[in-house]
């Protein structure tokens, strides 16, 4: 890390100047490595994590106090300067051998290893947009999922670069806070701060309006406060955006008006300046001195009113006004609070009677088309994340106005209740828990959902089809006896999943999931998933607490320690993370360690059928009797399991004819491949060459026949460049043309002249 530039600091007067020029650099390299050394030569493998910033910038701050306390912050962005940022990941193999000398310096050959499977799960980004005036480029592939094991061995890289190439660019926030003046309160105004639905008791309406009229009059007799707040932001392309905040308040905070006013530049498709006026105004009641004095305070609410306009051509108007009281309950609770002190001080006991848990709000509106749609698709969103909770049922209300009014459950303040009556419905949601950061939201569902099933191992169990964790697709006749789907088997294990028919020749099947200490029984009985927790019935109301998710009529979700299980009654998924106890699995599901069609007949290997006792085997039915479990609760139904029909391997080749697949089996023991051509790629610690022309190499799967001697140009460039991982993407499509660059070397190169598989 190194940095160059200067810093100085001056005190004037009453004004403070701190001026930060400088061009900071940073290069910083994570590297493990495992080394062989031999007589002949030495070999390793390592993985390489770097980070490159460079980023020139030149600040100015200056404070200065005099009448207003103000703070100029100042980011310049020099002229004809480039900041980049860039991070990159790989692994990495390595060869070298042995100079004469051993003053002789033999810099090793490397090769960043591909992994195929990776490759997929990254997401290449390469984007270039202009931003008042810089060229702000993005560009590299990264892994849509960030884990340890992604981090440490997948080839990654990112690069964030910003150039100026214009006069320097300035970027300008101008704070200004004012003292505080005195100032007459009698300018706000409150008339209309009241609705109908604020009304708590009717016989008590006027006595509480009036109390309340009596209580403002009295306050903006006495001296107010008045404080300002101004912002600017000044940006090249004579991009600007102006706020003020004005607060007018009384001396013990009871009445407040908050003004604000927001200017900006049009930006996108506006031709006009954007504008904010918006109006805060908020009375809060006298707090009373003991609870005898609460229960005979007339009015005991808090009153809020707002009113915005905001927009460029269309403006947005919005007048909301709402009301902070006790619900009923609130009020009961209140009455038995003297009764139930259990030795409270009277202090204590006042502020937990004064408690507001009910809002009532009323919002008048008119807003534009694309407003309205962005505010219906947020509500959309409250009614989905409790979407089993929530009612709703058409009316006819008055056009532009919405009521809202929420109720907190006052004992233990856990529960809400809410009723929103819009133009055209009336929605309630009763009894929903308010939101902890560790209870699971519908959000946290969705985004966990996609991310498994994007880049996720899965295995879907149904009928006599299980389809494993390595996408491989067998038959196999399950039975009334339960056999082990998926299960942990490290030295730890966390859980187990189950699953037998619930009858004979019936396609219905019960699901038993082992967390832990915890076993969970589920099974479709009269079109509802039944679930029963340690020989329990529970109810769906319970399922939050055991973990476990309701989605629809039959349809739940058991949550794992690493993933779900999925199960309607009739198919049972079980989802982990792509990364989650690979090679750690057992079960008819497999291992999950992405050996990918393991059980094709081109293949190989058939590590996908390891037994209970961690034998592989090639005998179906082998397979699925160590993991059956019988007992005297069931029928082991030998007749099926005996029968060879009742197991099968499916693949991509078993919908071909058997004569084709002859024909290709024969064809493939003597053809001869045609030659392909691909830009060859050396490593180096610090740079990478590419072959200026094309080099012939065998097929995959094909070996070299024959051998020639080719001399071949390369061109280098650093490691580290954008261009030259731009290159190594491309060289893995199609040849690289690269006739415009220039020559750093000539190599001997050995080409096939033809290939061959047997």
Same mark, same amino acid.
């Given at each position: ?108 050959? /490397? ?41 440490? $061995? ?8 910003? #150039? +100026? ?10 704070? @200004? ?22 009304? &708590? ?68 498709? =506006? ?34 009113? $707002? ?55 009323? *919002? ?7 407003? =309205? ?7 959309? &969103? ?70 498994? /099933?994007?880049?996720? *191992? ?19 006749? $399950? ?111 497999? +291992? ?42 069931? #029928?082991?139904?030998?007749?099926? $399991? ?31 491949? #045609? ?17 200026? /022309? ?43 043309? &690269? ?13 096939? @002249? ?5």
């Amino acid at each position: 890390m190194s940095a160059e530039g200067k810093l100085s600091l001056e005190l004037d007067g009453t004004e403070l100047r701190l001026t930060v020029e400088a061009r900071p650099s940073v290069a910083a390299t994570h590297v493990y490595e495992m080394r062989m050394f031999t007589p002949l030569f030495e070999q390793g493998v390592k993985t390489v994590q770097s980070l490159h910033a460079f980023v020139p910038v030149k600040i100015n701050v200056v404070a200065e106090m005099k009448r207003n306390f103000e703070l100029v912050y100042k980011v310049i962005v020099p002229e004809n300067q480039k900041s980049v940022i860039s991070l990159t990941t790989r692994p990495v193999v390595f060869l070298r051998h042995p100079g004469f000398s051993k003053f002789e310096n033999v810099e090793a050959e /490397e090769r960043t290893v591909s992994v195929p499977q990776w490759r997929q799960y990254t997401e290449e980004i390469e984007k270039v947009h202009n931003f008042l005036g810089l060229e702000v480029s993005t560009r590299g592939n990264i892994f849509r999922q960030q884990t340890v094991e992604n981090w440490l $061995l997948a080839e990654q890289d990112f690069e964030v670069s910003v #150039e +100026n190439k214009n006069r320097p660019a300035e970027f300008v926030a101008r704070l @200004t806070v004012s003292p505080l003046e005195k100032a007459e309160l009698s300018q706000i105004k409150f008339d209309k701060i009241f609705e109908k639905e604020f009304e &708590l008791e009717q016989d008590n309406t006027e006595n509480r309006r009036e109390y309340f009229s009596k209580m403002v009059k009295n306050i903006q007799k006495e001296q107010g406060y008045k404080h300002t707040i101004t912002l600017k932001l000044e940006a090249p392309r004579d991009y600007n955006m102006n706020t003020e905040l004005t607060t007018v308040c009384d001396k013990q905070v009871r009445l407040c008006q908050w003004n604000m006013e927001v200017s900006r530049s049009p930006i996108f498709e =506006e031709t006009k300046e954007w504008t904010l006026r918006s109006q805060l105004l908020a009375i809060r009641p006298e707090m009373p001195s003991s609870l005898r004095q609460l229960r005979e305070q007339p009015h005991r609410e808090v009153q809020l009113s $707002l009113t915005s306009t905001w927009g460029s051509q269309k403006k947005n108007e919005i007048t909301i006004n709402a009301q902070l009281q006790q619900s009923k309950e609130q009020k009961m609770y209140e009455r038995n609070m003297e009764r139930q002190s259990n030795g409270l001080q009277e202090y204590e006991l006042l502020i937990k009677a004064a408690r507001l848990n009910q809002v009532n709000v009323v *919002a008048e509106y008119k807003l534009t088309k694309e407003t =309205e749609q962005v505010v219906s698709r947020y509500f959309d &969103l409250v009614k989905a994340y409790n979407f089993w909770t929530v009612s709703s049922r058409p009316e006819d209300n008055e056009e532009n106005r919405v009521v809202l009014q929420l109720t907190v459950e006052p004992l233990t303040r856990q529960y809400v209740n809410v009723t929103v009556q819009t133009p055209e419905q009336r929605v309630e949601l009763k009894n929903t828990q308010i939101p902890r950061v560790h209870l699971p939201s519908i959000a946290q569902r969705s985004a966990k959902y996609q991310l498994t /099933e994007a880049s996720g *191992a899965e295995c879907k169990v149904q009928k006599n089809q299980i389809r494993t964790f390595d996408d491989v697709l067998y038959k196999t006749p $399950l039975t009334t006896c339960y056999s082990l789907i998926a299960k942990d088997c490290s030295d730890e294990p966390t859980f187990a999943v189950l699953s037998k028919k619930a009858e004979k020749n019936s396609d219905e099947m019960i699901v038993k999931v082992l967390r832990g200490e915890q076993e969970i029984v589920a099974q479709l009985q009269n079109e509802e998933i039944r679930v029963k927790v340690d020989g329990k019935r529970i109810q769906s109301e319970e399922f939050a607490e055991y973990q476990i998710e309701r989605l629809g009529e039959s349809f739940i979700v058991i949550e794992l320690p690493e993933g779900e299980v999925r199960f309607d009654g009739y198919l049972i998924k079980t989802q982990l993370p792509l990364y989650s106890r690979q090679n750690q699995l057992c079960g008819l599901c497999g +291992n999950n360690d992405d050996e990918v069609n393991s059980f094709c007949k081109k293949c190989n290997s058939t590590n996908e059928f390891m037994t209970a006792d961690n034998t592989e085997t090639e005998d179906m039915e082998e397979f699925h009797r160590s993991y059956l479990l019988k007992n005297e609760e069931c #029928e082991a139904e030998e007749e099926r $399991l005996t029968e060879k029909k009742n197991y099968r391997k499916f693949s991509e080749y078993s919908f071909e004819s058997e004569e084709p697949r002859q024909t290709k089996r024969n064809q493939k023991t003597q053809k001869k491949s #045609e030659l392909v051509e691909k830009t060859q790629i050396k490593e180096f610690s610090h740079r990478i060459c590419f072959s200026m /022309e094309p080099v012939v190499e065998c097929r995959r799967g094909f070996e070299a026949e024959d051998l020639k001697t080719k001399k071949v140009h390369f061109t280098c460039m650093p490691r580290h460049s954008s261009n030259a991982r731009r290159l190594m993407k491309e060289a893995r499509q199609e040849p690289l043309q &690269l006739d415009d660059y220039t020559s750093s070397f000539v190599e001997a190169v050995k080409i096939p @002249t033809a290939c061959v598989a047997y």
